[in-house]
């Protein structure tokens, strides 16, 4: 075949006409050629792109350029009054990324308009169309093609069309329209439209008479519908969602977004609880260059089961100054105590018993941070008495400062709080603490010892102290400290390389004198479980209003496996113990003094020989009959994206004792078993089970999930069942099972592979 090929430059001329014959000549000249039409595997989930790229590829071409090829197979040209050119035997337009070609074409200079017929091709980065027939206006900056099959490159949608018109605006409208992400032998769900509107530079569709079917089956009908074709954010009605629990009976919610602007945007849900009423949840959303934050608002008017209207409110704000400065607000309330347990989806919701509500300004350069704040709570718990509520803060200053290579080598540090606690029952009152210290780090290859001293003052002035209770006590105490540790290397040979074992022995010698505080109050102090941060601490109190006598000494030994070749930890164990020397006479109100010798072991253990495999131990014990104290242990099992096997056990002696087994593991082609079982072997029962089945094709997925949890304080338990089916590239129906699943299954994506 005779081929014809021009080389042209597109410029853009200054007259208007001239620039938009030049843009449609652009838009023209992205027709492609595809290749004829294959048949796929049934099976396969190889995306439609996926399957042309391996059949043409366009590597070549530079998607920058702007010059024009134009190859022909013949060419015929008519002169006079009317003026006609006619192309046949093939032809085919390139400009950058943008291909055309059909089998014959006929220009007519005339109208200006370019037509081609017989088996039409176009494709560019965005799109690609087939059709029997095009028609390209020069004047009007349009194409428009007749019985066409299109594709949409980034989301894999394709479908067909009596006609689809194509601008200059990258707007594509299509007449009497299928549309699905399904593969083309395979149309699970498709959706029918007596017209569509794709706005491929916006990443939105609109669709207008729209029947969705599945299996066939209509599922859905609307007059108009909004869609993403892209990431883009875009106003409409969200997902909604349908499920059901025992105590609040069928739920409904209907979420509307509204992207208010490229910075703000809320969303208003609607959620009907069929046996208590009509909730609204709002949220509104911010983002400037200074400032960011959130305002939730949950409204039921009448609950029929309460007997009352129910609110929560929750503002979240962050500001950052120009000089350093932030800001940060953060307010919760609730109108009454049950609302979580009676309006909230899970165990740990059910579970709260205090909302924060604080305003805070907080500045921090490399050596010194300060914080300001007000902080109150909101008690929701009945069975917390106004005596053991936790004190308002009104305000709380504090200043950390650190001063590394001073004088000799020194390090200096300075802590300081300044801090009014109010109350409606009990002692209230200000405390100043000021800790001045003085460390000298001495650290080389393999060993450090840092010596430190500090001293420690606190003064109040309180407020409805009991009789003969002082209102203005005060302490001063200094405390020594030694800090010496060793890391010891050791060459292994290993089956697949070198790695290298270390030997880490630490210890902590702390002194502090006794200094009566009976007549200082507990303001936020308390005992802290033990572990290997609290064992190498100075004080076995966390907070100042206790400042524990003590002559001890904290020994601890860590091991670590480590591959020499990439870095990564293979195995690492710690086990320390604290020893006093003498006995500490500083305790709580009520309490009796400290007459151990020593603290309970505390051990950890952390295997990670395998990426598919990790576990973990935690475990602390005490000597002679003391048994163990606390033990947790994970085990996590993930060989595949997909498959996915948790086992955990926790203890704490006198309190809970506790097993965990979640899974998520294909048990068929496409199918999966999903689940959560935790039980309770003190109470001798389930506080949650859930089990579920998800089917996944190339194009939809379906989880269908049952559950079983305790929802209040008092162990009332609730029941649910929910179902979910998703439409890949468009959208989900039914319940958030995805959500339960994320949260109850360690390491679970809702993300469908």
Known sequence: MKHLQIYAKVTHPSDSASTLSSKVLIIASALLVLPPAFAADPAACRTTMQRLSEQQSLDAIDPDSEAVTLE???????????????????????????????????????????????????????????????????????????????????????????????????????????????????????????????????????????????????????PYLSFPISDVRKSGILTPQIGGKRRSGTEILVPFYWNIAPNYDATIAPRLLTDRGLQVQTQFRYLTKTMSGSANVEYLSSDNVFNDSRTLGHLLHRTVFANGWRNRIDYREVSDNQYFEDLGGSLSSASITHLDRSFSFDFQTDTLSFLGQVQDFQTIDDAILPSDEPYRRVPQLLMRGRWPDRLLGMSIGLDGELVNFDREVGVTGWRLNVSPEIELPISRPGWFVTPAVAVDYTRYELDNVEPGQATD?????????????????????????????????????????????????????????????????????????????????????????????????????????????????????????????????????????????????????????????????????????????????????????????????????????????????????????????????????????????????????????????????????????????????????????
């Open 72 to 222: 022909v197979g013949g060419l015929e040209a008519q002169l006079g009054d009317d003026p006609t050119a006619a192309m046949t035997g093939g032809i085919l337009i390139r400009q950058g990324d943008k291909l055309a070609g059909a089998e014959s074409a006929r220009y007519d200079p005339v109208t200006r308009s370019l037509l081609l017929d017989g088996g039409v091709r176009y494709e560019d980065s965005d799109t690609q169309v087939e059709s029997d027939a095009a028609e390209f206006s020069y004047d009007f900056g349009r194409i428009r093609f007749e019985g066409a099959e299109f594709l949409l490159g980034a989301s894999d949608a394709h479908g067909g069309a009596d006609a689809i018109e194509i601008n200059q605006r990258g707007r594509l409208e299509l007449d009497n329209v299928s549309y699905t992400t399904c593969p083309p032998e395979s149309n699970d769900w498709l959706l029918e439209a007596a017209s569509i509107d794709l706005d491929t530079r916006n990443g939105v569709g609109t669709a207008r008479g729209i029947k969705l079917r599945f299996q066939g089956i209509p599922i859905l009908y609307s």
């Open 473 to 753: 006590p005060s302490r001063a105490l200094p405390i020594g400290s030694l800090d010496v540790g060793m890391i010891l290397e050791r060459t292994m040979q290993g089956g697949d390389g070198k790695r290298v074992q270390t030997i880490e022995p630490r210890l902590l010698y702390v002194h502090v004198p006794y200094r009566d505080q009976s007549d200082i109050p507990v303001f936020d102090t308390i005992t802290p479980d033990l572990n290997l941060v609290q064992l190498f601490r100075k004080n076995r109190f966390l907070g100042v209003d206790r400042i524990a006598d003590t002559d001890q000494l904290s020994i601890g030994v860590t091991s670590r496996i480590v591959d020499d070749s990439t870095g990564k930890e293979l195995v690492s164990a710690t086990i320390g113990q604290t020893r006093y020397l003498s006995v500490s006479g500083v305790t709580f109100p009520d309490e009796p003094p400290v007459t151990d010798e020593t603290s309970d072991y505390i051990a950890e253990v952390r295997f990670l020989l395998r990426d598919d495999l990790n576990f973990d131990v935690g475990h602390q014990w005490g000597e002679q009959d003391r048994g163990t104290t606390r033990s947790q242990a994970r085990l996590q099992y993930r060989p595949a994206t997909n498959k996915i096997l948790n086992l955990s056990y926790r203890f704490r002696r006198d309190s809970l004792e506790q097993g965990d087994l979640s899974w998520s593991w294909p048990i068929a082609s496409n199918w999966n078993f999903v689940g959560r079982y935790n039980f309770s072997f003190r109470d001798d029962e389930a506080l949650e089970q859930f089990f579920g089945l998800e089917y996944e094709s190339c194009c939809w997925g379906l989880r269908v999930v049952s559950r079983r949890h305790i929802s209040t304080r008092d162990g009332t338990r609730d029941s649910s069942f929910g179902l979910q089916l998703v439409l890949k590239g468009m959208s989900s129906v039914g319940t958030a099972a995805d959500k339960l699943l994320e949260r109850g299954i360690l390491g679970y994506s809702a993300s469908l592979r």
